[in-house]
Protein backbone atom coordinates (compact mmCIF):
# COMPACT_ATOMS: atom_id res chain seq x y z
CA UNK A 1 0.00 0.00 0.00
CA UNK A 2 1.21 3.92 -0.40
CA UNK A 3 0.21 6.78 0.81
CA UNK A 4 -1.05 8.29 -1.96
CA UNK A 5 -1.47 6.71 -5.62
CA UNK A 6 1.91 6.47 -7.83
CA UNK A 7 0.33 7.89 -11.05
CA UNK A 8 2.17 5.10 -13.31
CA UNK A 9 0.32 3.68 -16.14
CA UNK A 10 -2.22 1.20 -15.33
CA UNK A 11 -2.35 2.12 -11.78
CA UNK A 12 -5.58 0.99 -10.02
CA UNK A 13 -6.81 2.43 -7.36
CA UNK A 14 -8.34 0.48 -4.23
CA UNK A 15 -8.81 2.63 -1.28
CA UNK A 16 -8.86 0.78 2.13
CA UNK A 17 -11.20 1.27 3.96
CA UNK A 18 -11.17 1.99 7.95
CA UNK A 19 -12.34 -1.27 10.27
CA UNK A 20 -15.77 -1.83 10.90
CA UNK A 21 -15.54 -0.69 14.77
CA UNK A 22 -18.41 -3.02 15.92
CA UNK A 23 -16.64 -6.46 14.33
CA UNK A 24 -13.43 -6.11 13.36
CA UNK A 25 -12.33 -3.55 15.09
CA UNK A 26 -13.32 -4.69 18.55
CA UNK A 27 -11.49 -7.98 17.60
CA UNK A 28 -8.29 -6.01 16.97
CA UNK A 29 -8.67 -4.50 20.43
CA UNK A 30 -9.13 -7.50 21.82
CA UNK A 31 -6.15 -9.68 20.37
CA UNK A 32 -3.80 -6.65 21.20
CA UNK A 33 -5.19 -5.84 24.77
CA UNK A 34 -4.26 -9.69 25.83
CA UNK A 35 -1.10 -9.37 24.75
CA UNK A 36 -0.56 -6.39 27.11
CA UNK A 37 -2.66 -7.92 29.59
CA UNK A 38 -2.88 -11.56 30.28
CA UNK A 39 -6.48 -12.75 31.07
CA UNK A 40 -8.39 -9.66 29.03
CA UNK A 41 -11.46 -10.70 28.25
CA UNK A 42 -14.99 -9.31 26.67
CA UNK A 43 -17.86 -9.29 28.27
CA UNK A 44 -21.48 -7.45 26.71
CA UNK A 45 -20.49 -4.34 29.12
CA UNK A 46 -16.87 -4.32 27.68
CA UNK A 47 -17.37 -5.08 24.26
CA UNK A 48 -19.79 -2.16 24.05
CA UNK A 49 -17.32 0.07 25.19
CA UNK A 50 -14.46 -1.18 23.15
CA UNK A 51 -17.02 -0.66 20.10
CA UNK A 52 -17.41 3.01 20.75
CA UNK A 53 -13.67 3.33 21.86
CA UNK A 54 -13.32 1.73 18.30
CA UNK A 55 -15.95 4.33 16.69
CA UNK A 56 -14.01 7.45 18.15
CA UNK A 57 -10.62 6.49 16.99
CA UNK A 58 -12.63 6.09 13.27
CA UNK A 59 -11.70 2.30 12.75
CA UNK A 60 -7.88 3.56 12.45
CA UNK A 61 -5.91 -0.04 13.11
CA UNK A 62 -2.41 1.59 14.51
CA UNK A 63 -4.79 3.96 17.06
CA UNK A 64 -6.72 0.82 18.16
CA UNK A 65 -3.24 -1.04 18.89
CA UNK A 66 -2.18 1.82 20.30
CA UNK A 67 -5.14 2.32 22.63
CA UNK A 68 -5.35 -1.91 23.33
CA UNK A 69 -1.69 -1.54 24.55
CA UNK A 70 -3.10 0.60 27.59
CA UNK A 71 -5.01 -1.80 28.78
CA UNK A 72 -2.92 -2.69 31.43
CA UNK A 73 -2.78 1.12 32.89
CA UNK A 74 -6.28 2.04 31.98
CA UNK A 75 -9.82 -0.05 31.70
CA UNK A 76 -11.47 0.22 28.30
CA UNK A 77 -13.99 2.67 30.39
CA UNK A 78 -11.01 5.17 31.15
CA UNK A 79 -9.55 5.06 28.01
CA UNK A 80 -12.53 5.75 26.04
CA UNK A 81 -13.34 8.86 28.93
CA UNK A 82 -9.80 10.11 27.40
CA UNK A 83 -10.16 10.33 24.11
CA UNK A 84 -9.98 13.86 23.67
CA UNK A 85 -6.30 13.75 24.45
CA UNK A 86 -5.93 10.75 22.08
CA UNK A 87 -2.62 11.99 20.65
CA UNK A 88 -0.84 12.33 24.54
CA UNK A 89 -2.32 9.11 25.79
CA UNK A 90 -1.43 6.75 22.25
CA UNK A 91 2.01 6.60 22.16
CA UNK A 92 4.45 4.03 23.22
CA UNK A 93 4.53 1.65 20.20
CA UNK A 94 7.74 -0.02 20.75
CA UNK A 95 9.27 -2.36 18.57
CA UNK A 96 7.44 0.16 15.73
CA UNK A 97 9.04 2.17 12.77
CA UNK A 98 9.29 5.95 14.69
CA UNK A 99 6.65 7.13 12.58
CA UNK A 100 4.01 4.62 14.09
CA UNK A 101 5.36 4.03 17.71
CA UNK A 102 2.24 7.13 18.56
CA UNK A 103 -0.44 8.38 16.55
CA UNK A 104 0.76 11.93 16.75
CA UNK A 105 3.94 10.88 14.97
CA UNK A 106 2.03 9.20 12.18
CA UNK A 107 0.43 12.33 11.35
CA UNK A 108 3.05 14.45 11.96
CA UNK A 109 5.05 12.53 9.19
CA UNK A 110 1.84 13.09 6.63
CA UNK A 111 1.58 16.45 7.78
CA UNK A 112 5.32 17.20 6.98
CA UNK A 113 4.77 15.71 3.34
CA UNK A 114 1.75 18.34 2.66
CA UNK A 115 2.74 21.25 0.72
CA UNK A 116 2.20 25.04 2.56
CA UNK A 117 -1.36 25.24 0.70
CA UNK A 118 -2.70 21.91 1.90
CA UNK A 119 -1.15 22.24 5.11
CA UNK A 120 -3.10 25.63 5.67
CA UNK A 121 -6.10 24.25 3.79
CA UNK A 122 -6.43 20.95 5.76
CA UNK A 123 -5.92 23.13 9.45
CA UNK A 124 -8.90 25.64 7.91
CA UNK A 125 -11.06 22.56 7.18
CA UNK A 126 -11.11 21.46 11.22
CA UNK A 127 -13.78 23.82 11.92
CA UNK A 128 -16.36 21.97 10.14
CA UNK A 129 -17.64 19.66 13.07
CA UNK A 130 -19.02 17.24 10.12
CA UNK A 131 -19.37 16.51 6.53
CA UNK A 132 -18.98 19.78 4.29
CA UNK A 133 -20.01 20.82 1.14
CA UNK A 134 -17.22 22.16 -1.57
CA UNK A 135 -19.06 25.81 -1.29
CA UNK A 136 -18.80 25.79 1.92
CA UNK A 137 -15.01 25.22 2.09
CA UNK A 138 -14.79 27.90 -0.64
CA UNK A 139 -16.36 29.99 1.47
CA UNK A 140 -14.82 29.80 5.40
CA UNK A 141 -11.12 28.51 4.19
CA UNK A 142 -10.43 31.92 1.58
CA UNK A 143 -7.87 29.40 0.15
CA UNK A 144 -7.22 30.82 -3.46
CA UNK A 145 -6.98 27.40 -4.89
CA UNK A 146 -9.57 25.30 -2.82
CA UNK A 147 -9.20 21.99 -5.66
CA UNK A 148 -6.14 21.35 -3.25
CA UNK A 149 -9.18 19.51 -1.28
CA UNK A 150 -8.25 17.46 -4.29
CA UNK A 151 -5.07 16.50 -3.33
CA UNK A 152 -5.93 16.13 0.19
CA UNK A 153 -8.86 13.21 -0.71
CA UNK A 154 -5.93 11.55 -2.73
CA UNK A 155 -4.08 11.49 0.21
CA UNK A 156 -6.86 9.90 2.49
CA UNK A 157 -6.54 12.98 4.83
CA UNK A 158 -10.00 14.32 3.64
CA UNK A 159 -13.00 11.33 2.56
CA UNK A 160 -15.30 11.60 0.34
CA UNK A 161 -19.13 11.41 1.30
CA UNK A 162 -21.23 10.34 -1.41
CA UNK A 163 -24.61 12.37 -1.26
CA UNK A 164 -27.06 12.33 -4.76
CA UNK A 165 -25.15 13.89 -7.53
CA UNK A 166 -23.12 15.80 -5.19
CA UNK A 167 -20.09 14.78 -3.30
CA UNK A 168 -19.91 16.16 0.54
CA UNK A 169 -15.90 15.45 2.48
CA UNK A 170 -14.87 15.33 5.83
CA UNK A 171 -12.06 14.88 8.12
CA UNK A 172 -11.78 11.46 10.32
CA UNK A 173 -12.49 12.73 13.94
CA UNK A 174 -8.92 11.85 14.69
CA UNK A 175 -7.82 14.13 11.89
CA UNK A 176 -9.86 16.67 12.32
CA UNK A 177 -8.68 16.77 16.30
CA UNK A 178 -4.79 17.21 14.91
CA UNK A 179 -6.08 19.93 12.50
CA UNK A 180 -7.68 21.73 14.92
CA UNK A 181 -4.03 21.64 17.03
CA UNK A 182 -2.29 23.33 13.65
CA UNK A 183 -5.58 25.37 13.60
CA UNK A 184 -4.52 26.92 17.05
CA UNK A 185 -0.98 26.94 16.86
CA UNK A 186 -1.56 29.03 13.90
CA UNK A 187 -3.24 31.78 15.50
CA UNK A 188 -6.35 31.24 13.21
CA UNK A 189 -8.93 29.56 14.95
CA UNK A 190 -10.72 32.39 16.32
CA UNK A 191 -10.42 34.05 12.73
CA UNK A 192 -12.00 30.78 11.07
CA UNK A 193 -14.61 29.80 13.36
CA UNK A 194 -16.12 33.40 12.93
CA UNK A 195 -16.22 32.66 9.51
CA UNK A 196 -17.56 29.36 9.66
CA UNK A 197 -20.58 31.04 12.13
CA UNK A 198 -21.24 33.65 9.06
CA UNK A 199 -21.05 30.88 6.30
CA UNK A 200 -23.62 28.85 8.45
CA UNK A 201 -26.17 31.83 8.88
CA UNK A 202 -26.09 32.80 5.19
CA UNK A 203 -26.78 28.89 3.99
CA UNK A 204 -29.41 29.40 6.25
CA UNK A 205 -30.99 32.62 4.63
CA UNK A 206 -31.06 31.23 1.40
CA UNK A 207 -32.96 28.50 2.20
CA UNK A 208 -36.45 29.60 2.01
CA UNK A 209 -38.49 29.83 5.59
CA UNK A 210 -40.92 27.17 5.23
CA UNK A 211 -38.42 24.92 3.68
CA UNK A 212 -35.90 25.12 6.43
CA UNK A 213 -38.66 24.39 9.04
CA UNK A 214 -41.16 21.66 7.25
CA UNK A 215 -39.32 20.58 3.93
CA UNK A 216 -37.22 17.46 3.31
CA UNK A 217 -33.52 17.06 4.12
CA UNK A 218 -32.34 18.57 0.71
CA UNK A 219 -30.77 21.59 1.01
CA UNK A 220 -31.09 21.86 4.92
CA UNK A 221 -28.16 23.41 6.81
CA UNK A 222 -26.65 20.39 8.75
CA UNK A 223 -27.24 20.51 12.44
CA UNK A 224 -23.76 19.75 13.51
CA UNK A 225 -22.96 22.99 12.01
CA UNK A 226 -25.22 24.68 13.36
CA UNK A 227 -24.24 23.56 17.42
CA UNK A 228 -20.40 24.25 16.48
CA UNK A 229 -21.34 27.73 15.41
CA UNK A 230 -23.73 28.11 18.25
CA UNK A 231 -20.69 26.89 20.39
CA UNK A 232 -17.97 29.50 18.66
CA UNK A 233 -20.60 32.79 18.50
CA UNK A 234 -21.48 32.42 22.58
CA UNK A 235 -19.81 36.41 22.73
CA UNK A 236 -22.37 37.84 20.11
CA UNK A 237 -26.14 37.83 21.08
CA UNK A 238 -27.23 38.95 17.93
CA UNK A 239 -25.60 36.16 15.98
CA UNK A 240 -26.18 33.58 18.58
CA UNK A 241 -29.95 34.65 18.18
CA UNK A 242 -29.57 34.09 14.74
CA UNK A 243 -28.13 30.91 14.67
CA UNK A 244 -30.42 29.20 17.22
CA UNK A 245 -33.76 30.72 15.77
CA UNK A 246 -32.73 29.90 12.78
CA UNK A 247 -33.59 26.00 12.37
CA UNK A 248 -36.67 24.04 13.26
CA UNK A 249 -35.05 21.77 16.16
CA UNK A 250 -37.90 19.52 16.43
CA UNK A 251 -36.82 18.21 12.78
CA UNK A 252 -33.47 16.94 14.32
CA UNK A 253 -34.60 15.03 17.47
CA UNK A 254 -32.26 18.15 19.43
CA UNK A 255 -35.41 19.66 20.36
CA UNK A 256 -33.52 21.04 24.49
CA UNK A 257 -30.51 22.10 21.87
CA UNK A 258 -32.72 24.50 20.81
CA UNK A 259 -34.13 25.38 24.05
CA UNK A 260 -30.91 25.21 25.74
CA UNK A 261 -29.32 28.65 23.32
CA UNK A 262 -32.59 30.05 23.28
CA UNK A 263 -34.11 30.54 26.64
CA UNK A 264 -31.12 32.82 27.88
CA UNK A 265 -31.67 35.18 24.98
CA UNK A 266 -34.91 35.77 25.37
CA UNK A 267 -33.96 38.09 27.71
CA UNK A 268 -30.35 38.72 26.77
CA UNK A 269 -29.23 42.37 27.03
CA UNK A 270 -27.75 44.13 23.57
CA UNK A 271 -30.56 41.90 21.18
CA UNK A 272 -32.44 43.88 19.11
CA UNK A 273 -36.04 43.19 18.51
CA UNK A 274 -36.44 41.34 15.57
CA UNK A 275 -34.05 38.59 16.83
CA UNK A 276 -35.63 38.89 20.39
CA UNK A 277 -38.76 38.10 18.44
CA UNK A 278 -37.55 35.54 16.80
CA UNK A 279 -36.06 33.25 19.62
CA UNK A 280 -39.38 33.63 21.50
CA UNK A 281 -40.80 32.51 18.49
CA UNK A 282 -38.73 29.58 18.32
CA UNK A 283 -39.56 28.85 22.26
CA UNK A 284 -43.38 28.61 21.67
CA UNK A 285 -43.06 26.57 18.75
Same mark, same amino acid.
Given at each position: ????? %??????????????????????????????????? !??????????????? +??????????????????????? @???? @?????? %???????????????????????????????? %??????????????????????????????????????????????????? @????????????????????? +???????????????? $??????? !?? +????????????????????????? $????????????????? +??????? !???????????????? @???
Amino acid at each position: TTREP %LGVPGEQVFLVPSLDPGTEGVELFARRASEARSGF !DLDAVTAETVARICE +RLDGIPLAIELAAARVGQLAPAQ @LLER @LSDRFR %LLSGGRGRVPRHQTLGATLDWSHDLLDEQERV %LLRRLAVFPASFPLEGAEAVTAVGDVLSLGSLVTKSLVHVVEDGDRFRYRL @LETGRLYATDKLVAAGEAADL +RERHAHWVLESMAAIP $LVQRWFG !DD +RGRVDVDDVRAALEWSSGSPTLTAA $LASGINWMRFDHWRDGR +RWCEPLA !DAEGLDDRSRLQVIGM @LCY
